[in-house]
């Protein structure tokens, strides 16, 4: 098992920090489930299959995983688990499967879930072992009950039952993304494709965006949670800043927010940290660490660390000798003053493409203002701020929703302004009369500002009262920034 998955079960029984006590995360994953329950008819049937385990090298696996949706309904952090909701049923309406017991296996990598753990740790009171799995799903399917024998009465399945010999029984499944036609079918895919083949009667319907939907509103606990793993994530970005120094490498300050994760109980990085000195600030995912920061170069620190299954998303730049050049600056200037625009858009009503819009015309004006750009009006700006700047933060660093649906309380998100000044860039434009005249304007300007990358990320929550800069533990202003390296102890 994980440390991820040890520190979760231990959560069942003991305080978590600005978070709760373990009964509040069962009772929190109770009421998750009857959310999804209140959104299911009666003639269906739920499943949702744990993550399968990921080949590292030859016969090492990555460390495990667990699929983001199967954590949130049960906080299951283990293989081989497979959830069943049935809202038609009289009594057992929730369902779980759980790993055999296996002596050799635990003695190689730890403890796997009883049944009798499994239904503590969830609120699921009938818990059954993934061995009987195909014989449970085979005689729903068929109409009769599980466990029992053929032919015997029990009331429990009548609803779904029903509907079977109706006709208009539904197998709900999560699809995800859908694999292109040249890909291999996921297994939740595969699972789909048997079942149309042996129980032609039932519908199968991708409730992928009814769950996207329940996890893009954070319950009070989740915001709990997530504050503090925000809180873990924004004390490792200060210690990483007081280790920056020209003549370091870019892995020695990795080093330290990985220590700060760890002795805060954040065991796994939420994402690949992005720690770019100099030219590779304008490389978007750069994930070497290789580099030996010089003096005179910006540092791009895009990291935060995984807490409790939650994860939010900071990004921080800064000079590595503690002063912005008047060039640094310019751009610096810029992104920041873009966030905040995008920080006065994230109300409730709006869209994050509200945020984005709001975003972008403060960028235009001020790669207008120093002759990166030459019109304002159009995507000329796109030369330079080449992402978007908007997306959800939750169980997954890029969680899941929809970018469509009107901001409202309890929605977690990122607002990341960033400009990339690449030479190549003007190389890699479309040949066309309008873009060389556009390149020979702006290249002074580019001469000027090349190798400038500046991004600024923080994790916003909106709330009943208003917005929260749930990273503000990190200086992100101009001045605090310079005057937080200015204080760092000297090099002894």
Not at 91 to 106: A, C, M, Q, W
Not at 265 to 288: C, D, E, F, Q, R
Not at 301 to 329: C, H, K, M, W
Request: hydrophobic share 40%; proline share 5%; glycine share 8%.
């Amino acid at each position: 098992m994980s440390r991820a998955a040890t520190l979760l079960l231990l959560a069942f029984a003991t305080l978590i920090p600005s978070a709760g006590r373990a009964g509040e995360l069962q009772d929190d994953l109770k009421a998750r489930r009857a959310r999804l329950l209140e959104k299911l008819d009666p003639a269906t049937i739920f499943v949702l299959f744990s993550s399968p385990p990921r080949v590292y090298s030859l016969d090492v696996d990555y460390e495990y995983r667990q699929d983001s949706d199967l954590l949130y309904l049960t906080g299951i952090d283990q293989e081989e688990t497979t959830l069943v909701l049935m809202p038609g049923n009289k009594t057992k309406k929730e369902i779980l499967f759980v790993h055999d017991p296996d002596p050799r296996r635990e003695h190689w990598e730890g403890h796997l879930l009883s049944t009798d753990e499994a239904e503590a740790a969830t609120g699921i009171d009938t818990v059954y072992l993934a061995s009987q799995w195909n014989a449970f799903i085979t005689r729903i399917l068929n109409g009769s009950a599980y466990p029992g024998r053929s032919g015997t009465r029990n009331e429990e399945y009548d609803a779904f039952f029903d509907a079977l010999k109706g006709g208009t029984a539904r197998l709900a499944l999560v699809y995800g993304r859908r694999p292109g036609p040249d890909e291999p079918l996921t297994p939740v895919l595969e699972f789909a494709r048997a079942i149309r083949e042996r129980s032609a009667g039932v519908e199968i319907r991708d409730v992928t965006g009814v769950v996207s939907g329940l996890r893009q509103v954070k319950t009070a606990y989740e915001r709990r949670v997530l504050a503090r793993s925000v809180d873990i994530s924004a004390e490792a970005h200060v210690a990483a800043m007081k280790t920056v120094r020209p003549g370091r490498w870019e892995y020695e300050v990795e080093a330290a927010l990985e220590q700060v994760y760890l002795a805060n109980g954040a065991m796994t990085p939420g994402y690949p940290s992005i720690v770019a000195s100099g030219p590779n600030a304008t490389i978007l995912h750069y994930g070497k660490s290789s580099r030996q920061m010089k003096d005179g170069d910006l540092l791009l620190l895009d990291a935060a660390g995984s807490y409790q299954g939650l994860t939010g998303d900071i990004t921080r730049t800064y000079p590595v000798n503690g002063t912005f050049t008047p060039e640094q600056r310019e751009i610096y200037k810029i992104a920041l003053a873009a966030q905040d625009a995008g920080a006065g858009a994230a109300i409730p009503g709006n869209t994050t493409n509200d945020i984005e819009k709001a975003v972008a015309e403060t960028i235009k004006e001020g790669l207008l203002r120093i002759g990166l750009i030459t019109d304002a009006r159009g995507d000329q700006y796109r030369t330079w701020a080449t992402h978007g700047v908007c997306h959800w933060i939750g169980m997954d660093v890029h969680d899941v929703g929809d970018y469509r649906r009107p901001l409202e309380p309890g929605m977690t998100f990122v607002i990341e302004p960033g400009i990339y000044i690449r030479e190549t860039a003007l190389e890699n434009l479309e040949k066309t009369a309008e873009n060389e005249a556009f390149s020979d304007k702006v290249r002074p300007a580019v001469a000027r500002y090349k190798d400038i990358g500046v991004r600024v990320e923080d994790s916003f929550l909106l709330t009943e009262t208003g917005l929260v800069r749930m990273s503000a533990k990190v200086p992100w202003k101009l001045e605090e920034v310079e005057a937080l390296l200015k204080a760092r102890p000297a090099v002894r």
